[in-house]
């Protein structure tokens, strides 16, 4: 059996390791180029042509949900046309970083912090990304801190020099999606969604 080749449309290094797990859990698949736009902002101006590649060359497109107000609001603003059958466009609630907190055992010994300090409901969390930085204040590890925490002589940055780096790390080698989707509706929809899908190419 061929593979489907599915291109991926993200905000960040991390949102792109967060997906391509996703699309690799779906048999038949396999992830080709993947664009980093570096910004939901920047993301927002690239989703139209992405949603026209689409047509030619199946995409799978992961934006944070931020302080907008639900999830179908965004995609109708930034896709007012309709979405096309070969792009599956999720939308993480409020940040990717939620769907890495909803992993709580595994985040948990990871960042080396007690399993009670970690928000069993991370969709309901208004600033996750916030969330990951005082847990890494709290941490044991001393790796945790200095890469995640922003240095305080820096009062400008808002996480710390290695803050992707760490996370995309978990993700490879420790998050387990299964238990993740117990604790996230929104991944849980993420994960149904790529399932279910059936690009046609």
Request: glycine share 4%; net charge positive; charged share 25%.
């Amino acid at each position: 059996m061929s593979l489907i080749t599915v291109n991926l449309l993200v905000e960040s290094p991390l949102d792109e390791s967060v997906l391509r797990r996703l699309v690799q859990m779906k048999p038949g698949m396999e992830v080709g180029i993947s664009r980093r736009a570096g910004g939901k902002t920047t993301l927002e101006k690239f989703v139209g042509s992405v949603n026209q590649a689409a047509a030619l060359t199946p995409y799978a497109c992961l934006v944070d949900l931020d302080s907008e107000a639900c999830a179908p609001g965004l995609i109708k603003r930034l896709l007012p046309q309709g979405c096309h059958s070969n792009l599956c466009f999720r939308v993480a609630v409020r940040e990717v970083e939620a769907w890495l907190l909803a992993d709580r055992a595994n985040l948990a010994v990871f960042m080396g912090v007690a399993l009670n300090k970690i928000d069993p409901y991370p969709d309901a969390n208004p600033d996750p990304k916030a969330l990951i930085i005082r847990l890494a204040r709290l941490s044991k590890i001393k790796r945790i801190r200095q890469d995640i925490v922003p240095p305080p002589e820096n009062k400008t940055a808002k996480v710390g020099k290695a803050y992707n780096d760490v996370l995309i790390e978990f993700v490879i080698k420790k998050w387990d999606i299964a238990a993740a989707v117990q604790n996230s509706p929104s991944l849980e929809r993420a994960v149904r969604a790529l399932q279910a899908w059936q690009p046609q190419v």
